[in-house]
């Protein structure tokens, strides 16, 4: 059983500052609290194709593990570690990011993709930011139940996180517009 949900979200702010804010949102030391989740995040690569002008980088991310306390009791793992993969084509104004579990891929995978675009209602000014999440629970498909239900309180506390990280991406937009205007912020 796969647990699947999709959200998009609407920030009423250029496609250049959005995209700025999702870099920067976990370098500020005021967000950390707001993402308790997020342990440590490291760039591993980054390139700028020179024909496409597409920058790609490569990030690991050190997360709390997801899902019940019983079952991080049960895998004997309080963190987990995940990939993201990201590519920002300033020429289209698009920036994708795909996340994925490397660690407990016997238990869970978890696969999160996220894109920013400029809106089509207000393209100069507004950003639609689309995100897809999967989460399957991988030993527990003999108790599907069982599954379903450790995949809902996952898929819940993912929704919980993501709305975390729209309020931290909201803050940071608005520090990074009063920034462009030399606005203390």
Known sequence: M??????????????????SASWRKFADPENKNILS????VN?????????????????????NAPGPWFI??????DICH???????????RSMQLSTRNVS????IEVEEKIRYDPHLDN?????????????????????????????QKCAEKFMQNSAKGREVMERMCKYLEAESRGIPF
């Not at 796969?2 to 995209?19: D, G, I, L, N, S």
């Open 2 to 19: 796969v647990k699947a949900y999709k959200q998009e979200h609407v920030y009423k702010h250029p496609w250049e500052r959005v995209t």
């Open 37 to 40: 989740h997020i342990l440590e």
């Open 43 to 63: 760039t591993l690569n980054q390139s700028l194709d020179t024909e496409s002008g597409k920058l790609h980088t490569t990030r690991a991310i050190t997360v």
């Open 72 to 77: 991080r009791k049960v895998i004997g793992q």
């Open 82 to 92: 995940c990939v993201e993969l990201t590519v920002v084509d300033a020429k289209s």
């Open 104 to 107: 407990l891929e016997k238990f």
């Open 123 to 151: 393209p100069t000014d507004w950003t639609i930011c689309r995100q897809e999440t999967r989460i399957r629970i991988k030993p527990l498909s003999a108790l599907a139940s069982m599954a379903e239900k450790v995949e």
